[in-house]
C-alpha cells in the first residue's frame, strides 16, 4: 500500500496587501488635515507641514529640487533592487552549492569593510556627486560584463554590487543633504525628504521584483540577460540624469584638514558614538533578516510562495513610513529620540521571539510585517537625527565608517555559522536582538544629553 504525503502551502492572505494599500493611502491623505495644513489660514503655517503642501508657500524650485531627486533615487533603487533579486536566482541557475553562495556572501561583505568604509571618506574629499556616478558607473560595468559575457566572474559582480550597496546607503542621502543647504531650500523640507526616500526606496524595490519576473517570464535561459540590458538601460538614464540634472559647487577638502575636522567633531564627541552605534545596530540586525529570513520561514516544513510575501515586507516598511510624519509633526509629544527608543524597543522584541519560537508561519509573517513597519520609522529618523548632529561635510564618512563594525560582525557569523555550521540561525537573531536593544539604550542616553551645542552646525 503506498504512502500518500500531503503537502501544505503557506501563502498570505490577498486581505493583507488589501490593509496595507489603504493604510498607507489612509495616511498619506488624511495627514494634512490631522495636522491642520489642509487649510491655506495664516494659522496653519505655525503648524506641521503637509505632505503636499510642503507647509506655506513653498518655492518651485523646492519642488523641482525634491521631485528631480527622488526620480534619481528611485532609478538608483530599481537598480539595486534588479540585482538583489535576480542575484539569487542567478546563482540558483548556474547550480552553485549553499556554500558556495555564502562564500560570495562572505566576499561581497569583506569588500564592504574594506573599500565601501572608505568610500565615505572618499565621497566627503571630492564630493558626493562624483561618488554617486561612480554607483553609476559600476552598475553599468557589471550589466555591461554580463551582458557580453553569459556566465562572467562571481567574485568581480559580488565585490562591485557590494560596493555600490554601501554607496548607495551613504552617498544619495548625502548629496541631497549638501544640494539641500547649496540651494537654500527650507529645512523643514529635509524630513519630508526623509521619508519619502524611505518610502519610494521600498516601493521601487517591490516594483523591481515585479520587472524581474516579468523579465524572465517563462524562458529563463533564453531572458537571462534581459536584467543586464534593463540595468544597463537604467544606469545610462542616472548618469545623464547626474550629468544635466545638477550643477555642484566645486567640491574638495585637504585630508589633513578633513581629518583634524573629523577628529574633533566626530570621533571625539560622544553624542555621535552614540548614533554611530545604533546605525551599526540597525544595519546589522537588517542583514541579519534578509540573510536568514527564508530559511526561518521555510523551516516550519510547509511549502511557502517567498515571492508573494517579500512584498509584504516592504509594504510595511511603506506604511511604516508614512506614519513618520505624524509623529514628528507636532501631533505627537515625542522627540525624535523618544520615537527611536520605542521603535527600537519593538524591534528588538519583534527578533527576540523570532530567535526563541520560529516554527509557525503565519507568526513569523506578521513579526516581521511588524520589524519592517518599524523600519520605516526608524531609517527617515535616524537620517534627520544626522542632519541635527553631524556636519553635512562629514556625513557620508560617519554613515559608511559606522556601518564598518556591523560588516565585520555580518562577515564573522557567515564564516563560523552558514560557512561553518558553529552557530546556530537562532543564536545570530539573538545577537540582532540585543544589538537593537542597546541601541534603544543609546537613544535614551542621547536625549537626556540633548542637542549639540555648535551654532553654525552643518557648515564647517
Not at 519630508?192 to 521600498?202: C, D, R
Amino acid at each position: 500500500m503506498a504512502v500518500v504525503i500531503e503537502t501544505s502551502v503557506w501563502e498570505p492572505s490577498p486581505a493583507l496587501y488589501v490593509f496595507i494599500f489603504f493604510a498607507c493611502l489612509f495616511s498619506i491623505l488624511f495627514f494634512p488635515y490631522a495636522s491642520g495644513t489642509g487649510n491655506s489660514t495664516a494659522s496653519s503655517a505655525a503648524k506641521a507641514q503637509s505632505l503636499f503642501d510642503h507647509g506655506g508657500s513653498p518655492t518651485a524650485s523646492s519642488f523641482r529640487f525634491q521631485r528631480n531627486f527622488l526620480l534619481l533615487y528611485s532609478l538608483a533603487s530599481v537598480m539595486e533592487g534588479l540585482w538583489s533579486v535576480f542575484g539569487e536566482f542567478e546563482l540558483a541557475y548556474y547550480g552553485l552549492s549553499k556554500e558556495k553562495m555564502v562564500l560570495y556572501l562572505c566576499v561581497g561583505f569583506a569588500a564592504s569593510i574594506s573599500l565601501g568604509s572608505l568610500l565615505g571618506v572618499v565621497c566627503d574629499l571630492i564630493g558626493p556627486k562624483k561618488v554617486c556616478f561612480f554607483f553609476c558607473l559600476l552598475h553599468l560595468l557589471v550589466g555591461l560584463l554580463k551582458r557580453i559575457i553569459p556566465h562572467p566572474s562571481v567574485w568581480m559582480a559580488s565585490i562591485c554590487l557590494s560596493i555600490t550597496s554601501s554607496v548607495f546607503s551613504f552617498g544619495f542621502e548625502t548629496w541631497m543633504v549638501v544640494q539641500h543647504d547649496e540651494q537654500g531650500h527650507r529645512q523643514d523640507m529635509l524630513s519630508e525628504t526623509f521619508w519619502l526616500m524611505s518610502f519610494f526606496e521600498s516601493a521601487c524595490l517591490i516594483g523591481s521584483q515585479v520587472f524581474s519576473n516579468w523579465l524572465i517570464g517563462n524562458n529563463a535561459e533564453r531572458n537571462m540577460t534581459a536584467h543586464s540590458t534593463a540595468a544597463i538601460f537604467l544606469a545610462s538614464i542616472s548618469l545623464v540624469c547626474l550629468t544635466k540634472g545638477w550643477k555642484e559647487i566645486p567640491h574638495k577638502v585637504a585630508l589633513k584638514e578633513y581629518r583634524a575636522s573629523f577628529r574633533a567633531y566626530i570621533v571625539g564627541d560622544k553624542r555621535i558614538w552614540l548614533l554611530a552605534w545604533a546605525q551599526a545596530c540597525l544595519h546589522f540586525s537588517v542583514a541579519v533578516f534578509w540573510i536568514l529570513w527564508a530559511p526561518t520561514i521555510v523551516a516550519d516544513g510547509r511549502e511557502v510562495h517567498l515571492g508573494l510575501i517579500y512584498p509584504c515586507f516592504l509594504g510595511s516598511r511603506m506604511l511604516g513610513s508614512t506614519i513618520f510624519p505624524w509623529l514628528i509633526s507636532g501631533l505627537s509629544s515625542l522627540r525624535t529620540q523618544d520615537c527611536l527608543v520605542y521603535a527600537f524597543i519593538v524591534l528588538g522584541l519583534v527578533m527576540s521571539i523570532t530567535a526563541y519560537d520560529y516554527q509557525e508561519v503565519g507568526m513569523l509573517v506578521t513579526l516581521f510585517c511588524i520589524f519592517h513597519a518599524g523600519l520605516g520609522v526608524v531609517l527617515p529618523s535616524l537620517a534627520r537625527l544626522r542632519t541635527m548632529y553631524v556636519p553635512n561635510a562629514l556625513r557620508g564618512g560617519m554613515i559608511s565608517l559606522s556601518q564598518a563594525p556591523a560588516n565585520a560582525a555580518i562577515l564573522l557569523f557567515l564564516v563560523q555559522g552558514k560557512y561553518h555550521n558553529n552557530i546556530g540561525n537562532s543564536t545570530i537573531i539573538a545577537f540582532s536582538a540585543l544589538g537593537l536593544f542597546t541601541a534603544a539604550g543609546c537613544m535614551h542616553v542621547l536625549k537626556r544629553w540633548g542637542k549639540q551645542p555648535y551654532q553654525n552646525w552643518h557648515k564647517l
